[in-house]
């Protein structure tokens, strides 16, 4: 009767060892300094994909959810799907987390929360009906006309 190996005995301190605890550290949370840094590597991401219509919304001030929104569309389902999958994995290579996906099953709609940038992806047709830009998109003389 043979046994099963053992695991290996972590430290006294019940911490996890080094080696695994760099791994965490290499992927950082976005910051207020960094969203920029991000929004452009989620832009050139939609880009490489081939993404249509890409639209980042500068939401600062009016929600305190996310400073940007980026806004694009796919030609198809499967399209959404593969553009969602760059955006996700050129952020992880920027040493970006991704905090959640939703809709990666239907793709028809697919959103990709990065903390401080929400990401929609979304069919053409589904972009129109919901008119997301109308909703946030705030130029600068909007902002100061909401203000006064």
Known sequence: MTS?????????????PAARKAATSRVKKASKKSAPALKDV????????????????????LTDVADY???ASGTSDRHVRSIAERVVERCKEAGFRAHGVEGRADSEW??????DIVVHVMLPRTREFYGL????DMTAAKRAAVRA
Do not use: F, H, Y
């Not at 430290?11 to 996890?16: C, I, Q």
């Open 110 to 115: 697919v959103l990709i929360d990065l903390t």
């Open 4 to 16: 099963a190996p053992r695991r290996p005995a972590r430290p006294a301190s019940g911490r996890k």
């Open 69 to 71: 929104m980026i806004i």
């Open 133 to 136: 830009e109308k909703l946030w």
């Open 42 to 61: 989620v832009v050139a991401a939609l880009e490489d994909m081939k993404a249509l219509d890409i639209k980042p919304l500068d939401v600062r001030g």
